[in-house]
């Protein structure tokens, strides 16, 4: 048996026993048994055979919890998509109009009374979601799920949508106007996650809140982090924890059909995909195959577009992850990634390609680059002169974060060739962000891209160390519950640990040991 050779065959056995008793029992009663192995007090209202859909609600009833889903109007006029994972035995679901947008206004004063101040809430966290992807992506592996594991933790989550998503909404706009797809990442940074971000707020009555991003969500958190773009986002969030960070490209922004969509001019690139959505095409597939088809479908073309693969996933429940992917981006921001004056020219998300090369360069000459130096740079393509002016420039002088950063937490797939996160670990440990302060870092050299969300052993590898970033650096801890396995965190102190060149994993190290 092939299988034999995957890392995690024998749990992967396991957990479809499980599964497959669960549906029978489920079959029997139509309700779970209350000594199953999940946690007592989250009794599943679905169950049986899983029906492959398309639906975050779904699959949280099937653990015990529920989702409801709100409306979000950003400034410039998109309605957007934000679902709120809650447990049913203590929460009531908004009414309707309560959940319906509430204008463009962001960061008003919440006048919402709790029903019992005496009792302590549950800290709020928002997740962002990856390129191409819904946040249904944090809810498609049971218990295992990022979104579920943080709700059962005792941590009150909310997901939430770029604009578009599966359903393209604005408040002036129709589907067919080119205004209405006239944005790329920027746009999501700026508008969409303050949006969001303001709408949590407002609802659970907190002054900050903890952001969890994957991928693209990384990306346009780092743009609207920017001081030149909306820094004073940073002031509402306790803690930024990235998965897989977006900022550098990594190597297979050199494959063939990705350099092609750099050759191309972008009057050749908006003739080809349109002024609209991107291939829309995907998202008439969804309604028209069979999920598993489609989920069989959508793993093949991604993992040959990206180069991962699904060795350290659950294979069992892949047709499921797939399902909440393609959603409808702009043709716009996809240029914004692929064009040739964009990020896949410069291959950062903030500085330019001289800034890069200069700073690689420099780490090299230094001896304390961890990689190998480009062929292109070692020829001496960029000139010394260049080199020299950047060697000169005071350390921090080129940051891209100012005082209003919030605390910064990385996990890095050691093998990701989609982005480089290394780089950017590279770039606090150098004192290029002398604002940032890395509160947790890690690289778990065996990981791809989509591992840190949807590996078998990602609970234990990542949910766990997020939980208790949330929770050390929670400006509210008083206020608060105490979320399940966190006891123990103790609070963090701001320092300038790396501004001083204080490496993030011995930051990491000397919390746990408290």
């Not at 309560?98 to 005496?118: A, M, N, Y």
């Not at 992807?133 to 592996?141: F, L, P």
């Not at 004192?431 to 989509?450: C, D």
Request: aromatic share 12%; charged share 30%.
């Amino acid at each position: 048996n092939p299988d034999k050779k995957r890392p995690f065959f024998e749990e992967e056995a396991r957990r479809a026993k499980v599964r497959e008793e669960e549906n029978r029992k489920w079959k029997r009663s139509n309700s779970l048994d209350n000594d199953r192995e999940i946690a007592d007090e989250f009794v599943p209202t679905e169950g049986g055979p899983d029906p492959i859909v398309c639906d975050v609600g779904y699959y949280a009833r099937r653990v015990g919890l529920d989702v409801e889903e709100l409306q979000v109007q950003t400034e410039d006029g998109f309605i957007i998509d934000l679902w709120h994972v809650y447990d049913p035995e203590e929460y009531t679901r908004m009414s309707e109009d309560d959940r319906s947008d509430r204008g463009p206004q962001i960061f008003t004063p919440s006048k919402k009374k709790l029903k019992d101040p005496s009792q302590k809430r549950k800290f709020p966290v928002l997740l962002m979601h990856g390129l191409l992807q819904s946040s249904g992506a944090y809810c498609t592996n049971d218990e295992n799920s990022l979104a579920f594991y943080l709700c059962k933790s005792g941590y009150d989550v909310w997901l939430g949508n770029n604009r578009c998503g599966f359903k393209p909404k604005h408040a002036s706009l129709e589907y067919n106007d080119p205004r209405m797809w006239c944005w790329n990442i920027r746009q999501m940074g700026v508008f969409d996650l303050p949006a969001l971000t303001s709408r949590v707020l407002y609802e659970t009555g907190f002054g900050k809140i903890g952001l969890i991003c994957h991928s693209q969500g990384t990306t346009q958190t780092l743009v609207a982090l920017a001081k030149e773009q909306r820094p004073d986002l940073g002031e509402k969030l306790t803690v930024f924890c990235a998965l897989a960070p977006a900022a550098y490209a990594g190597p297979l922004i050199g494959k063939m059909y990705f350099k092609f969509m750099r050759i191309i001019t972008p009057g050749m690139f908006r003739l080809m995909f349109g002024i609209h959505a991107f291939i829309p095409f995907m998202m008439q597939m969804h309604q028209l195959l069979h999920p598993k088809v489609y989920g069989w479908l959508g793993y093949k073309v991604f993992s040959f577009l990206f180069d991962w693969t699904d060795t350290k996933w659950d294979r069992g429940l892949r047709d499921r992850m797939f399902q909440f992917a393609p959603v409808y981006v702009s043709a716009e921001s996809m240029r914004w990634w692929l064009g040739r004056e964009c990020f896949a020219r410069h291959k950062c998300i903030l500085s330019t390609k001289e800034d890069v090369r200069a700073e690689e360069k420099e780490d090299h000459i230094n001896g304390n680059d961890c990689h190998t130096l480009r062929a292109d740079d070692a020829d001496g393509l960029m000139s010394q002169r260049t080199l020299d002016e950047h060697t000169r420039r005071p350390k921090g002088s080129t940051a891209w974060y100012n005082e209003q950063a919030p605390p910064f937490a990385l996990w890095v797939a050691g093998n990701d060739d989609l982005v480089d996160g290394k780089k950017l670990l590279r770039r606090f440990e150098r004192g290029r962000e002398p604002h940032v302060n890395v509160v947790h870092s890690k690289v778990i050299p065996e990981y791809e891209h989509l591992d840190v969300i949807w590996a078998m052993d990602a609970p234990e590898q990542v949910f766990k160390e997020v939980r208790e970033v949330l929770w050390k650096t929670c400006d509210a801890r008083d206020e608060c519950r105490v979320p399940k396995g966190c006891e123990d965190v103790k609070r963090w102190t701001p320092t300038n640990r790396v501004a001083n060149g204080e490496s993030e994993e011995s930051q990491s190290s000397s919390d746990d040991a408290e």
